[in-house]
T-cell receptor, first 114, second 115 residues
Framework: DTGVSQDPRHKITKRGQNVTFRCDPI?????LYWYRQTLGQGPEFLTY????????KSRLLSDRFSAERPKGSFSTLEIQRTEQGDSAMYLC????????????FGQGTRLTVV | SQQGEEDPQALSIQEGENATMNCSYK?????LQWYRQNSGRGLVHLIL?????REKHSGRLRVTLDTSKKSSSLLITASRAADTASYFC???????????????FGSGTQLTVLP
């Protein structure tokens, strides 16, 4: 399978715990995005990488959230001291360079904070 | 924040009918894209229309773009029960630097096609 893969698919954690999600983009895609989606809403932008550089970060992203993309390959999204409001689907997408390219999404990681 | 807003929020039709969804946005764009999402799954790209295009077709899909009104529509012809899903428009903003970065999604239209 050469699509975008995310791991884990589901995560249940207790409030206050840290969680880390992984995204493996399509290998030749230099652009990588993280989104958060809650029930009945569209994906909400969290952060954007071009190669290993984090070029954009949503103002809605608190300092409990951090993302990395070492060597411009896979990416991780960490949430520290999780809160119930963090419960959502976290989606990763990758794209080729260029202004008119489509994004390919992974299946998402569903986080439930109890 | 979500730039695109889809209308209607929910649409229910009979199999064989056409479904039309609309999207409005706020800023200048390089392109507008439509995606489909089945419940609990990732998004799947359907079609991309560039800012200098007015209409585009792909199979049973027809997309129009009116940059003067900052709006787009997605038409699905001869709908099938398998078309039941959420549909989202997404805009690629035209940054001054010329590089497209953030892909911004609307809140989506939930389409239900009844057999």
């Amino acid at each position: 399978d050469t699509g975008v893969s995310q791991d884990p698919r589901h995560k249940i954690t207790k409030r206050g715990q840290n969680v880390t999600f992984r995204c493996d983009p399509i290998s030749e895609h230099n652009r990588l995005y993280w989104y958060r989606q809650t029930l009945g809403q569209g994906p909400e932008f969290l952060t954007y990488f071009q190669n290993e550089a984090q070029l954009e970060k949503s103002r809605l992203l608190s300092d409990r959230f951090s993302a990395e993309r070492p060597k411009g390959s896979f990416s991780t999204l960490e949430i520290q001291r999780t809160e119930q409001g963090d419960s959502a689907m976290y989606l990763c997408a990758s794209r080729l360079r260029g202004p008119n390219t489509e994004a390919f999404f992974g299946q998402g990681t569903r986080l439930t904070v109890v | 924040s979500q730039q695109g807003e889809e209308d209607p929020q929910a649409l229910s039709i009979q199999e064989g009918e056409n479904a039309t969804m609309n999207c409005s946005y706020k800023t200048s764009i390089n392109n507008l894209q439509w995606y489909r999402q089945n419940s609990g799954r990732g998004l799947v790209h359907l079609i991309l229309i560039r800012s200098n295009e007015r209409e585009k077709h792909s199979g049973r899909l027809r997309v129009t773009l009116d940059t003067s009104k900052k709006s787009s529509s997605l038409l699905i012809t001869a709908s099938r029960a398998a078309d039941t899903a959420s549909y989202f428009c997404a805009t690629d903003a035209a940054y001054l630097s010329g590089s497209a970065r953030q892909l911004t999604f609307g809140s989506g239209t939930q389409l239900t096609v009844l057999p």
